[in-house]
């Protein structure tokens, strides 16, 4: 008679994955828009015009880099180039050459004036070689050359409408609620997502 055996089961096989509550936020919040987020080890961040936002893999990351603030990154940059750019590759911006600068600029100032409204200017600043740029707005980003700031303006006012509204608000004030409490336990602490002390209210 043969003896009936059980499969052997992998003791360390993992039911589910774990994934950065910022993330899944924002993931969520840009799907409510109207895109959709998708990792790539191809890129660093890129938008296919199409409505896919693709955002590189951890090991194409720098440390200090985070899903949250790319994806609120990039929809910020949605809001300086709506409409047209909302169908173009990389929202229409020129990336190889200086051309399209003062764009990225006053995403930059619009990406700090939202961030500011929340306390979050530190956690949601981008990483990249505009930091400089972003920290220097200091608390009055719309302080600047009217290329730059009529574009963040316009961008602001659309923020308040629809399809951002009030998906882009709700995930900006999750954001604080999620990283105020972890707050709480991050003394001596590098938390996940580079979450560091807010910004004074």
């Known amino acids: 008679m043969t003896e009936r055996t059980e499969p052997v089961r992998d ?17 969520a919040a840009a799907a409510k828009i109207g ?8 890129v660093y961040a890129h938008f296919d015009g199409r409505g896919v936002i ?14 949250a603030q790319m994806v609120f990154h990039e929809l910020c940059h949605a809001l300086v180039q709506a ?9 229409g911006l020129d990336n190889t050459t200086d051309r399209d600068a003062y764009r990225e600029r006053a995403a930059l100032r619009l990406q700090r004036i939202l961030a500011l ?18 920290d220097a707005l200091g608390a ?9 700031t009529e574009l963040a303006r316009r961008g602001l006012d659309r923020s308040a409408c629809a399809p951002f509204a009030p998906h882009l ?33």
């Open 169 to 201: 608000e709700e995930a900006l004030r999750v954001t604080r609620t999620i990283a105020g409490q972890a707050q709480t336990y991050a003394a001596g602490h590098v938390l996940p997502g580079a979450i560091t002390a807010l910004d004074p209210r």
């Open 140 to 148: 009055f980003p719309l302080d600047g050359p009217a290329a730059e």
């Open 11 to 27: 003791p360390r096989r993992a039911g589910q994955a774990y994934v950065d509550p910022l993330e899944l936020v924002w993931c």
């Open 54 to 67: 693709f955002v590189g893999t951890p090991e194409t990351l720098d440390p200090d880099d985070s899903v």
């Open 35 to 42: 895109f959709r987020v998708q990792r790539s080890s191809e």
């Open 117 to 134: 409204r929340v306390g979050l200017a530190g956690l949601l600043a981008p990483t990249t070689d505009y930091r400089a740029f972003y």
């Open 83 to 91: 409409p047209d750019g909302l169908r173009r590759p990389d929202w």
